[in-house]
């Protein structure tokens, strides 16, 4: 159940940020929502209190200086941490590196085809790649 749930956040994510250069707080919100409810009905109250917020918060603990370097902006900060909630450790690991590799790619064509050295991005669009390929090849990455 919270393999759809993941990808439904991560695409929705990408899209705003595509169409509206924005990852909306709401939207991210009902992620984390959704994240409860789901550990309600699936382990109990301890797992709902505990192990999605403290990885949210760690997540946020060790991007924060990627953000405050401006690397990345506060929605896509918010987003891996609403993310990490759905996902293990490693997984997280995983997607953070991949995502900022993909990022990196499309940073180099974008600067190659405009001709600019300064240029930005719309990192949901690397963030939702590195889940899809760390969730969803069959362990191809993080078993």
Do not use: Q
Request: aromatic share 10%.
């Amino acid at each position: 159940m919270t393999i759809p749930v993941l990808y439904c956040l991560v695409s929705g994510s990408a899209i705003t940020d595509i169409l509206k250069n924005k990852i909306f707080n709401g939207w991210l919100l009902l992620g984390c929502m959704a994240k409860f409810i789901i550990c309600l009905t699936d382990s109990g109250m301890h797992e709902m209190i505990f192990l999605p917020i403290g990885k949210a918060c760690l997540t946020l603990l060790f991007l924060l200086p990627v953000y405050l370097i401006r690397g990345i902006g506060g929605g896509d900060l918010k987003l891996f941490a609403t993310i990490s909630m759905f996902m293990t450790s490693a997984e997280i690991i995983s997607s953070v590196l991949i995502a900022f590799f993909i990022a990196a790619a499309f940073g180099i064509f974008k600067v190659i085809a405009k001709k600019e050295l300064k240029c930005t991005i719309h990192f949901a669009l690397p963030i939702m790649i590195s889940v899809l390929l760390v969730t969803g090849c069959g362990g191809l990455i993080c078993s």
